[in-house]
């Protein structure tokens, strides 16, 4: 039997072909490179260059293919860009959603694994945050991801459809052999950007506000390995073949670092200066998140492995210095 890796060609999915290869799964990827990498994509994977909302070439992977679980990356997921474009969002990521859900449903298959993302949540009342906290997604993107996690739910009360909805916190890092990692035409979140100061790509460091609630006035994330990520995914296909109920399941590290934090930390991975500039808040942005995640050592008997800041910092460090332009460089 096959696992289906909707999205395959990109960071996150990219990272969970490894793992699941690793384990001995055999895989096959859709993509359509809108923003993955044919380069990110081992050689003896099989791969259709499709977009999910191709009716026609879903059914042609599931004719082609025994399939027995869909690992669900495809969307967009730029929250600014959301906000000015919520009908493109909408379109990907929903549509996306019913298409895939038709072809699981036409032939027959009855497990997915979702990305979902901490943005359904939106601004926390308090944290960790569990995942029986309320959902209330303060952008499209966390909108899109709540109508998403939804409409599987409710396909799943009247079908055998059975799913685990991760919700990711802020997913960082690269492989540790610093050969795949982190490649985004359009660069937005943190340690991307505080990398590319001493790549000198960029003079310095905007923060984005340093009035917060919180011990130095700056943000707060929790920041999760994409290797540890990566192998959550595994863990839930294995607790749905062991008949695992539909969930949704926190990712995160459970730890909080601020992004002052993250840039001395970046300062003593990279041993360069990370000159700062103080700007506005970003609109949108919550003062602290970071999750609860009993839920996923319990459940899915799983831990995260790379918790050190520094450490996660050293495999994008890695990528991004073996790779200046990404994936152009392979
Ligand atoms: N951030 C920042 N400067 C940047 C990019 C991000 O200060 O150039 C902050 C941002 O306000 C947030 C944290 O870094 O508090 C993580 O942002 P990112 O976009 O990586 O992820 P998000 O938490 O928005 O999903």
Same mark, same amino acid.
């Given at each position: 039997m096959t696992v289906l890796i909707c999205g395959g060609a990109g960071y996150i999915g990219s990272h969970c072909i490894r793992i699941f290869a690793e384990r001995g799964e055999d895989i096959v990827v859709l993509d359509n $490179? #809108?923003?993955?990498?044919?380069?990110?994509?081992?050689?003896y994977v099989k791969f259709y260059h499709a977009d999910i909302r191709d009716a026609k070439a879903l059914s042609q992977v599931f004719e082609e293919n025994q399939i027995e679980a869909v690992i669900h990356f495809c969307a967009y997921s730029l929250v600014g860009e959301s906000v000015e474009k919520p009908l493109k969002y909408f379109d990907n990521n929903v549509g996306g959603m019913i298409a895939i859900l038709q072809a699981m449903q036409k032939y027959g298959v009855n497990r997915m694994i979702f990305s979902s993302s901490?943005?359904?949540?939106?601004?926390?009342?308090?944290?960790?945050? $569990? #995942?029986t906290d309320e959902t209330n997604p303060t952008n499209p993107y966390g909108e899109s991801k709540r109508i998403m996690e939804r409409m599987i739910d409710w396909v799943s009360k009247t079908s055998s459809l059975r799913y685990v909805s991760l919700r990711y916190f802020n997913v960082a890092g690269a492989a540790s052999d610093g050969t795949i990692g982190e490649d985004h035409r359009h660069e937005t979140h943190l340690i991307p950007l505080i990398l590319q100061v001493p790549m000198g790509k960029r003079e310095k460091l905007n923060?984005?506000?340093?009035?917060?609630?919180t011990k130095d006035g700056t943000c707060i994330r929790d920041y999760i390995h994409v290797e540890d990520l990566a192998r959550a995914h595994w863990n839930a296909l294995d607790y749905l073949r062991k008949d695992g109920q539909c969930m949704v399941c926190n990712l995160g590290s459970g730890l909080g670092y601020s992004v002052k934090e993250m840039i001395t930390a970046a300062k003593n991975v990279t041993r360069f200066d990370i000159p700062v500039e103080v700007s506005q808040n970003r609109p949108g942005d919550p003062a602290k998140l970071v999750a609860d995640i009993q839920k996923a050592r319990n459940v899915l008997h799983w831990e995260p492995q790379h918790t050190s800041i520094e450490e996660i910092i050293e495999t994008a460090w890695k990528w991004h210095r073996n790779h200046p332009n990404g994936y152009a460089d392979k």
């Open positions: $490179l #809108e923003t993955g990498h044919r380069e990110a994509l081992p050689a901490a943005a359904v949540y939106g601004d926390p009342l308090h944290v960790p945050i $569990l #995942e923060i984005f506000g340093d009035q917060y609630p």
